[in-house]
Nanobody, 121 residues
Framework: QVQLVESGGGLVQAGGSLRLSCAAS????????MGWFRQAPGKEREFVAV????????DYADSVKGRFTISRDNAKNVVYLQMNSLKPEDTAVYYC??????????????WGQGTQVTVSS
């Protein structure tokens, strides 16, 4: 059983940056591919980014490509999401997830509780 705890969310102006962290415990972190998803009010949860267990491959949603960077530190059991050039449409609750390399929610076995990101215009 893997427990995931996100942190780093908050309120930021458009054009600003935030770095989200997701700390894992209770399992073998390096065995899992890790994803970030987000859910805006009234919308379905959507894929943001994914990183291979080794850190050797990443993929991004088109909406965040070039602005967001996913990374991980297997020694610290943490995955990060660096978010730059934030836009109001990035406002959502951000979730990290552990599982298989996928852009689908169904590819993941474990989820964090989420952290709110609000981007003001």
């Amino acid at each position: 059983q893997v427990q995931l705890v996100e942190s780093g969310g908050g309120l930021v102006q458009a054009g600003g940056s935030l770095r989200l962290s997701c700390a894992a415990s209770g399992g073998t972190f390096s065995a899992y591919d890790m994803g970030w998803f987000r859910q805006a009010p009234g919308k379905e949860r959507e894929f943001v980014a994914v990183i291979r267990w080794s850190g050797g491959r990443t993929d991004y949603a088109d909406s965040v490509k070039g602005r967001f960077t996913i990374s991980r530190d297997n020694a610290k059991n943490v995955v990060y999401l660096q978010m730059n050039s934030l836009k109001p449409e990035d406002t959502a609750v951000y979730y990290c997830a552990a599982g298989s390399y996928s852009s689908s929610l169904h590819g993941y076995d474990y989820w964090g509780q989420g952290t709110q990101v609000t981007v003001s215009s």
